[in-house]
Structure formats: C-alpha cells, structure tokens
C-alpha cells in the first residue's frame, strides 16, 4: 500500500522560512517523480514544484509564483522529498500535498496523494 | 498557460441521477487529462486519467470522455458517498493546471 506522510508545516511569519517532508513507503520510490500540489483554503489546486526520478535526471520544475524562494529535493536512499521553503509570503498559506506522479519523468497526473501539511503564514 | 474552465461550479442531483460534469481547456491537450475526487476534509483522489482510461479500484459508475479541448466526466447511478468536489487536470504542458471544481451535493 502507498503511504505519504507530510510533516513540516506550522505557522510562520512572513519572510520565514519552513521545511516540508515527505515520508513515502509502498513503492519503488527511485523509479517514480514526486511531486508537491497545495490547496489554499476554499481553494483549488495547484502544482507548487516536482522532481523526476534519477533516470530523468532529477530535473525539476517549479511554479512561477515560488520559483527563487522554495527548493524541491529528494533523498532516495530514505524514500524522502522535501520543498524547503524561504522567503514565505501571506499567499504561501494553504495545505501542502506529497504526491506521486504516475512515473519518473515529468507530465504527468497524480496517482496518489498524501493527507496534507498545513502551512499558515501570519504576522 | 493552458487554462482548464469546468462547469457547474456546483451541482444537485438526486440519488440513482446521472450526472456530467465538463471541462474546457484553452487549448488541445490531446487527452492528457484526468479527473480527481475530493471528499469534503480529505485529499483528492485520482478517477480518470488519459481522459478515459479508470484507475484501478475506482467503481464503473465513472467514466470520462472527450478530446481535443472538451472534455467530461460522467457519475451513473449517483450513490450518496459520490458526495465531493471534482477537479480536472491537463498535464499536456507546463505549467500543469487545475480546472476550479465542481461542487457535487445530494438533492
């Protein structure tokens, strides 16, 4: 059974900065892409960045709106992904999904999702 | 960006209805398209993906169609637990993009 466990999130002033992980379990972790989705509250979806797998040579992608202030990585020797975040803004607030694309390379959906990790920017 | 318009925005149908809901991209994704369902609280999960094709263990009552730009995702026989918001998303360019949803709710 796939398992994606986010941990990381919390309440963090504007300009702060916050580290999300992403424990995965159930599947070849090395061969698959990870990727981070958020909901803003009452929102929609949106793709915040991704990671292809070693075989597409880590490439990444990053939505515009983070791109310069958050990190996507991964550490496949601990089945982990992690989006280290800086410089956070009010409009960073929403809830973080780990999610796994359907294979390694990029353009893909999102077969499985974690339950979340709340992130609350606030002064 | 390809921008992905869905309608309703929200939807009541009765219990045993058939519904449909629809999705309009900006431009052709050539069926890289899939469909999600979110439960009110909980983290979507994926119904659909290259526009027709069913993840496995998802009920046969789903299904999706389309091409080009319109597409749709259609619930036979509305159970109770279909309750949900649905979204679809296009994957056939960056950046890869979410349609608004559509709010499902029992008559």
């Known amino acids: 059974e796939v398992q994606l466990v986010e941990s990381g999130g919390g309440l963090v002033q504007p300009k702060g900065s916050l580290k999300l992980s992403c424990a995965a379990s159930?599947?070849?972790?090395?061969?698959?892409?990870m990727s981070w989705v958020r909901q803003a509250p009452g929102k929609g979806l949106d793709l915040v960045a991704d990671?292809?797998?070693?075989?597409?040579?880590?490439?990444?992608y990053y939505a515009d709106s983070v791109k310069d202030r958050f990190t996507i990585s991964r550490d496949d020797s601990q089945s982990m992904v992690y989006l280290q975040m800086d410089n956070l803004k009010t409009e960073d607030t929403a809830l973080y999904y780990c999610?796994?694309?359907?294979?390694?390379?990029?353009?893909?959906?999102?077969?499985?999702w974690g339950q979340g990790t709340l992130v609350t920017v606030s002064s | 960006d390809i921008r992905m318009t869905q309608s309703p925005a929200s939807l009541s149908a009765s219990l045993g209805e058939t519904v449909n809901i629809e999705c309009l991209a900006s431009?052709?994704?050539?069926?890289?398209l899939a469909w999600y369902q979110q439960k009110p609280g909980k983290s979507p999960q994926l119904l659909i993906y290259?526009?027709?094709s069913l993840q496995n263990g998802v009920p046969s009552r789903f299904s999706g169609s389309g091409s080009g730009t319109q597409y749709s995702l259609k619930i036979n026989s509305l159970q109770s637990e279909d309750v949900a918001t649905y979204f679809c998303?296009?994957?056939?360019?960056?950046?890869?993009?979410f349609g608004s949803g559509t709010k499902l709710e029992i008559k």
């Open positions: 290259n526009a027709n």
């Open positions: 998303q296009q994957y056939n360019n960056y950046p890869l993009t």
């Open positions: 990671i292809s797998s070693k075989s597409y040579n880590y490439a990444t």
């Open positions: 159930g599947f070849d972790f090395n061969s698959y892409g």
């Open positions: 431009e052709d994704i050539y069926s890289d």
């Open positions: 999610t796994v694309p359907n294979y390694g390379g990029p353009y893909n959906w999102f077969a499985y």
